[in-house]
């Protein structure tokens, strides 16, 4: 099969540009399993145009046994709504950031702990690794799947409307929402800042009414949920690394003939690899086209803020939080990082 390339042009179009028709697909009434597959982001980021992708063929694939419909958005409630619907049966499957996860698998939030990972170099051979199974395995402790590997959500940057954010000391008392994820709570808190968590589908109006300062993201999220309309300065801390799990309801999982497991599972991992792909592209383009919206990007010295983060408890605290095994697992990638 030809593997489609995404523009940023057709990633960043508008909504009106990806008919919610084509997401969320009206047939399958002679479909054997009926499936929902949620997400949070908005419908033209690459995980909701790889998702269809991968949901159309699924379809196709098992000859319209299988209908899987895509709502992405939160159409379906808030990441910790959605969480407790595909734990419950609500929805089968669904995408989650690990940083959220991490509230319900505190595996999960290894790969969010702050300055782990150089590059994508690193990321991928953690998750992709001893790292990504260890993982997975902790996700099928509470009784969820792990369908594939991690997708991309990228590292994630610092934005505000009140402030440059420039140094350690920059962030001082700053009023910045975080999501409802411990780690990245701590995170900021131990470093100085004033972090309050947030879900996602509430943080442009936190932002645009002054309820916080500024926000953490990684460039998709803030170009394809326009945060640059109540953001102008942009620091790339890269900070922690996010990744999106997709999770499916085990008992739903299990239902399925062994041979719609197969096809499910290579479709969704092929998309996977592609949305990654699609997110470092993006993110590479994003400077110029965030700068174009009026933000005024910053390169920091991430040295500097690793090292002000090391003079606090921070990692001696979430070792002890994760256990001496699974900080091992991390740090066979990353090195040592206390």
Do not use: C
Request: glycine share 8%.
């Amino acid at each position: 099969m030809k593997i489609t390339t995404l523009t940023r042009r057709a990633l960043l179009a508008g909504a009106a540009s990806v008919p919610m028709i084509t997401l969320i697909s009206q047939r399958g009434s002679a479909a054997e399993f009926t499936y929902k597959f949620a997400t949070g982001q908005d419908p033209t980021h690459p995980v909701n145009i790889r998702a269809g992708e991968a949901l159309d063929r699924i379809r196709e694939a098992s000859n319209g046994r299988l209908d899987m419909k895509l709502f992405p958005a939160n159409q379906l409630g808030s990441d910790t709504d959605l969480l407790s619907q595909v734990r419950n049966g609500g929805v089968e499957f669904f995408n989650l950031a690990t940083s959220i996860l991490n509230t319900l698998v505190p595996a999960a939030g290894l790969v969010n702990i702050g300055f782990a990972f150089k590059d994508y170099d690193d990321v991928w051979k953690a998750v992709d690794g001893q790292l990504g199974q260890y993982i997975a395995g902790q996700i099928a402790k509470v009784g969820l799947v792990s369908v594939t590997p991690l997708w991309n959500n990228g590292f994630r940057q610092i934005t505000s409307s009140t402030r440059e954010i420039l140094t350690p000391d920059d962030l001082k008392g700053f009023k910045m929402r975080v999501p409802p994820a411990p780690i990245l709570t701590s995170l900021f808190q131990d470093i100085g800042a004033s972090p309050t968590p947030i879900n996602f589908n509430e943080l442009y109006s936190a932002l645009q009414t002054k309820i916080v300062e500024g926000q953490e993201n990684p460039l998709a999220i803030i170009a394809t949920t326009k945060l640059y309309e109540v953001q102008k300065s942009l620091s790339m801390t890269s900070h922690v690394w996010d990744g999106y799990q997709i999770l499916g309801n085990r008992r739903a999982w299990e239902k399925l003939p062994q041979d719609l497991k197969d096809i499910v599972g290579r479709e969704l991992a092929r998309s996977g690899q592609e949305e990654r792909a699609d997110v470092i592209r993006l993110s590479d383009s994003l400077r110029k086209t965030l700068t174009d919206k009026g933000m005024a990007f910053h390169d920091v010295d991430r040295a500097k803020f690793r090292d002000a983060l090391k003079t606090t408890s921070y990692y001696k605290d979430w070792k002890a939080k994760f256990g001496d095994e699974a900080w091992h697992v991390l740090e066979t990638t990353t090195g040592s990082l206390a």
